[in-house]
């Protein structure tokens, strides 16, 4: 006779004397994780390896302190790591749509850019300066006056050669040209010329065409004077603006010269202002054509010799650790602005905006992993990144546009920074499976249990975790039976008697919730009271669905028997997941047998409405009862079986032992107890197997009996196997204690047929028959007249077709 299970081996307490504390104020703070060695190791592994791939990704379950270790490491190893360089973006002067990057020393890109805007602002005050000095009009109207003397010295010489050979030079529409003069000193008319002999036309002719070409050999030889006075006056300004401005650049250059794109960048710098010097002069204010019309004024643009600071870590101690919780591909290699003039969008180099990876370069970055692949672009581009080591801004709506634009396009900056991805175990395998670069990239797996073993050290640790937890949140501080009862409560997340679940979030949330309770009822101090009030509140927050569903079944609109016996019903156990909220629910499973040939015949199959793992659980029982019942000879029969009043899909094997039992049930004859409830999967060999859940279901069950009133009668049939999984509710160790509750744990099939029938399994004798009295015996009799029937059928159809032939 199986014998219900005792108290003790329904709940493991964890006894308050084994800490020495009165309260957790007592117990020193400790910023630790706990139970992640495998992880730890990983993640150390990771962070000290600097080969290339060598990234890494956590894996885990929420809750599981991921981010709050990742945090708690970087911060601690950055801290002693050197300080990476700054990066800034300026302009180049030979390709401007390609702006330079250029590294600079912690905190030195600043003062780079500050540098450089005094630079312009020095330049601008005094470059004015020096073209209004007397010194610069001095040389510059010596110059002038020299280019003027000369160029008068040259048609003085002219208008004399001229005057005496009777011409003169005079000014015209289309410029200077030779005309022959009257002794009077008046030009000769055209008429008059007409009037001339032949003979003096043609002297006037030759003598006019000879001073034309000295005429034009002086206007030509006055155009190259003007183009030597501009070159002379250009080489003045430069020489007076590099008097000012060479000083200044010398002193930059001495200031950096251990870098060598700076000096060749200066140099550019240098030689574009003496290109540019008007942008430097004062302007003067055009007038506008109507006096009601305001000009817009063209200031000049000193841009390109700005310095656009991307990164600087000016304030850094040790690497950077950037934690980017939106990893847009905007947000992570940064962005290119524009402004609008005139509906125009322009930009430059100075609108480049530095991303996440350029401040994490020389360090770490940590990304959810499934927030990188919700984002357009980002997963790739990251790849790409961390495979050429660099960071390389590009216009990625580029490949989309029917027209290609002109646009800035950055030189790359070298990346060197250890990614870190976190993310769900389903994400790691499905990235692990599908791609081969994530392969190569993340060669680092830190993963996270949901659990550990529950030992004398762990549970010491949760009282620590539970004291650092009560400190940061300004929590009542716990007793040890406050204590004691977060410890249980980890067990029962876990699912395990010797483990302790490591989702400390939910956890941290129990210390929360029972300080609230604490304070409400006036106490000083959490005591496990207060903590099982918090459960008690919690579960009746969440469980509005499995009180609904308990109405229905008391009401009996959900018809499930607690009392009495039936033919071909039992009571089987199923868990429902709400997501915040998991509880059992009983079912009540049927099945008939008849005369036939179709096995046993699942009807939640026939409809579509069962998983495949339910289909082999079927298979299963149907070769269970052929290899136990058809040993000696072929048996033939037909079963339904079915999961009454159940609208929605049937998953799993959990229920493979009651659906034996009410087949059995239907075959013998012999009726079911309906005051018990049973759950467990089977093998083809008769072994009952875990199953998930018991303590949802076997809680499911009771709920419902406790309503209709506990008799004693009462109880769970589950595994053995899953003793160690049992961590029930008070109520229910209660009961069972009372007598009122009891919950068998069965190794075999048979051993629940014992109980639900109250008759011997049966054990096969030698002469290939079953005991009388015996279920088995019962059993194989029916199937034996079934297949008896089915035969004689057979028999009489094949006997009527002869017939019919021979006719």
């Not at 000016?314 to 591909?329: H, L, Q, R, V």
């Not at 290119?336 to 905006?353: N, P, R």
């Not at 959490?526 to 609904?548: F, G, M, P, T």
């Not at 009571?571 to 709400?578: E, I, K, T, Y």
Request: proline share 3%; charged share 30%.
């Amino acid at each position: 006779m199986i014998k219900p299970l005792g108290v003790d081996e329904l709940y493991r307490c964890c006894d308050p004397s084994v800490f020495t504390f009165g309260s957790t104020d007592e117990i020193e703070e400790k910023d630790e994780t706990i139970g992640q060695d495998r992880a730890l190791r990983a993640i150390d592994f990771g962070l000290n390896l600097e080969s290339s791939g060598f990234n890494i990704f956590m894996l885990g379950e929420n809750g599981t302190g991921k981010m709050t270790t990742i945090r708690k490491l970087l911060s601690k190893k950055a801290a002693e790591e050197p300080v990476p360089q700054d990066w800034c973006y300026v302009y180049n002067f030979a390709d401007p749509d390609a702006p330079l990057a250029i590294s600079l020393s912690p905190g030195q890109a600043p003062l780079f850019y500050r540098d450089m805007d005094e630079l312009v602002r020095t330049l601008q005050a005094e470059i004015p300066k020096i073209f209004e000095s007397k010194e610069y009009e001095k040389q510059k109207n010596k110059i002038m006056e020299d280019f003027q003397k000369r160029q008068k010295a040259l048609f003085t010489g002219l208008e004399e050669d001229a005057e005496s050979k009777g011409f003169s030079i005079r000014k015209s529409v289309s410029g200077l040209m030779i005309v022959p003069m009257k002794k009077t000193g008046e030009p000769l008319t055209e008429e008059e010329y007409e009037a001339l002999d032949s003979t003096t036309k043609g002297k006037i002719d030759e003598i006019g065409k000879q001073l034309q070409e000295k005429l034009n050999d002086i206007v030509r030889e006055v155009r190259e004077g003007e183009k030597t006075l501009k070159t002379q006056l250009a080489a003045l300004e430069r020489e007076a603006v590099l008097a000012v401005v060479g000083h200044l650049m010398d002193d930059l250059k001495q200031k950096y010269r251990e870098h060598e794109k700076i000096s060749a960048y200066l140099g550019e710098v240098t030689e574009d202002i003496l290109n540019h010097l008007d942008d430097f002069k004062s302007q003067e204010e055009q007038a506008p054509p109507l006096p009601f019309m305001r000009m817009q004024k063209n200031e000049p643009t000193y841009t390109r010799y700005m310095v656009n600071v991307l990164v600087t870590n000016k304030d850094g101690k040790g690497a950077p650790c950037i934690y980017e919780s939106n990893p847009t591909y905007f947000n992570l290699f940064g962005r290119l602005e524009h402004k609008f003039q005139y509906g125009v969008a322009t930009t430059d180099f100075s609108m480049i905006k530095s991303g996440s990876l350029h401040r994490a370069n020389g360090g770490y970055i940590v990304i959810d992993a499934l927030d990188l692949l919700r984002n357009m672009f980002s997963y790739e581009a990251l790849k790409r990144s961390i495979k050429n080591r660099e960071i390389r801004l590009e216009d990625i709506w580029e490949q989309y546009r029917l027209i290609s634009t002109t646009t800035v396009r950055p030189e790359a900056i070298p990346l060197s920074v250890k990614v870190i991805l976190v993310g769900t175990p389903y994400i790691y395998y499905l990235l692990h499976s599908l791609d081969e670069e994530y392969r190569e990239l993340f060669k680092v797996k830190a993963d996270f249990d949901s659990r550990m073993d529950s030992t004398d050290e762990t549970v010491h640790k949760y009282a620590a975790f539970i004291a650092t937890t009560a400190r940061k949140d300004k929590t009542l501080p716990f007793d040890r039976t406050g204590v004691a009862k977060i410890v249980e409560y980890g067990a029962r997340l876990a699912g395990h008697q010797k483990k302790l679940s490591s989702q400390f979030s939910e956890v941290n949330d129990l210390v929360r919730e029972a300080s609230y309770w604490a304070k409400q009822a006036g106490s000083p101090i959490v005591k496990d009271s207060h903590v099982e009030k918090a459960l008690q509140e919690k579960i009746y927050r969440n469980n509005r669905i499995e009180d609904r569903i308990q109405e229905m079944m008391v009401e009996g609109t959900i018809i499930v028997d607690t009392d009495g016996r039936k033919v071909g019903q039992i009571n089987g156990l199923a868990v429902l997941g709400m997501g915040d909220y998991m509880f059992g629910k009983p079912s009540r499973i049927t099945a008939r047998t008849y005369t036939g040939k179709g096995g046993v015949v699942n009807i939640e199959r026939e409809t579509k409405m069962s998983g495949k793992i339910h289909e082999k659980a079927i298979l299963i029982i149907s070769h269970y009862i052929n290899s136990t019942y058809a040993r000696k000879k072929p048996i033939s029969f037909s079963a339904s079986i079915t999961f009454e009043q159940l609208y929605d899909m049937v998953e799993g094997d959990s229920a493979s032992c009651a659906e034996l039992l009410v087949i059995l049930s239907s075959l013998s004859g012999v009726p079911l107890r309906q005051d018990l409830a049973i759950t467990g999967s089977m093998d083809q060999h008769g072994d009952v197997q875990p199953i998930g859940g018991v303590n949802e279901k076997i809680e499911g069950f009771f709920d419902l009996c406790k309503v209709r009133g506990l008799d004693g009668t009462h109880g769970v049939v589950i595994p053995r196997k899953n003793l160690n999984n049992l961590m029930l509710k008070k109520d229910v160790i209660d009961a069972v204690r009372n007598g009122t509750f009891s919950i068998y744990a069965i190794g075999r099939v048979e051993e629940g047929i014992e109980l639900f029938t109250g008759m011997s399994a049966g054990e096969l004798q030698d002469d290939g028959t079953w005991p009388e009295g015996t279920i088995n015996h019962l059993v194989m009799k029916r199937l034996d007249e079934i297949t008896q029937a089915y035969k004689d059928k057979e028999k009489k159809e094949d006997q009527k077709d002869k017939e019919n032939n021979n006719k």
